[in-house]
């Protein structure tokens, strides 16, 4: 590094036993996802800090992620935008389907691509000053970091036009009648619910994990036929794993099972 040169990170991340604390780290800019944010969420779901076994996500400065940085993608050619759309999918497919389950910890803007991100969480904590927004029509665009996908599927693509029409926002406990947040908390106490989730979930088998995170919403793009048919092999694979002998062993002997 050049003397007086600063390296400003987008992201900070620390470390408590095996669970690691993501936090986007723009607050002047509302954390709004420029692509060096993305290419630190993309270097940390590409190689996950060694022995962590769950993430937290969050924001810091009392927003989520205020979306897209506007300002950066004023200046993108339709090609470079296809290219950029596309590798918000990447990483946002790394973040969902990467085997780490991830705990968001929502509160201010949680705005189009902040929801985008968001919504590849596997449980997202809503805190009271949650805003839940899709305001690309106001802004003479459209959704491209996956929402088409994952908020349509949460919402249904009517709720989901409405929302993006009107570009109305939600609120937590809107945010989880509709299945936008799946807790919703009081001011500030979304991180110690996020950790004791996070070691809830840390303490499953991972392999049950894993299947959790990849078998279901793959099924949910399959026929039944196939869906079935996948789950029967998930199930075997499950239940003849090590995790299944000390799990069933523990529930009979009457005490908490140990999987790692
Ligand atoms: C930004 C951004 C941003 C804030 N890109 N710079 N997202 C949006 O349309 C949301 C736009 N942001 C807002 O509506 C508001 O900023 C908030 C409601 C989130 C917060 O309001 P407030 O009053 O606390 O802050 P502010 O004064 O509006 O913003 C503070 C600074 O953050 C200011 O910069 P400054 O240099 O003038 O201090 C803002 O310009 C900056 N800022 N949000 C760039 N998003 C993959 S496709 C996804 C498509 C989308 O995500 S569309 C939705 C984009």
Redesign the pocket.
């Known amino acids: 590094m050049v003397d007086g040169q600063t390296s400003e990170k987008a992201t900070k991340v620390e470390i408590e036993g095996d669970i690691a604390i993501l936090s986007i780290d723009r607050p ?3 954390n ?2 420029n692509d060096a944010l993305i290419d630190e969420l993309d270097a940390f779901f590409s190689a996950p800090p060694e022995g962590v076994n769950a993430v937290i996500m969050r924001g810091e400065g009392g ?1 989520f992620c ?7 993608h004023e200046h993108r050619d339709p090609i470079t935008n296809v290219f ?2 596309r590798n ?1 999918h990447r990483v946002s497919e790394m973040i969902e389907f990467g085997g780490l389950p991830v705990i968001s910890v929502l509160n ?2 949680v ?4 929801l ?1 991100i968001a919504t590849s969480t596997h449980v997202r904590i809503a805190e009271p000053t949650v ?1 839940f927004q ?3 029509g ?2 003479g ?1 459209f ?3 996956g ?1 088409t996908v994952r908020v349509g599927r949460i919402l249904g693509a009517d709720r989901m036009r409405e929302m993006m029409l009107t570009g109305r926002n939600y609120g937590a406990e809107e945010g989880l009648a509709l299945g936008l947040a799946h807790y919703s908390v009081g001011d500030g106490e979304g991180l110690d619910l996020a950790k004791k989730l996070a070691r809830q979930i840390a303490d499953n088998a991972p392999f049950s994990n894993y299947l959790m995170i990849n078998a279901l919403s793959r099924i949910e793009d399959m026929s039944r036929a196939d869906g079935f048919f996948t789950e029967s092999l998930s199930a075997a694979m499950s239940q003849t794993s090590d995790g299944a002998k000390e799990g069933l062993r523990a529930f009979l002997e009457k005490r908490e099972p140990k999987f790692r």
Not at 66 to 72: R, V
């Open positions: 002047d800019k509302r709004a996802m927003h205020a979306g897209l940085d506007l300002a950066e950029h759309s918000w201010g803007a705005i189009g691509g902040g985008e805003r899709l305001p690309e106001r802004r665009i959704v491209g970091g929402a």
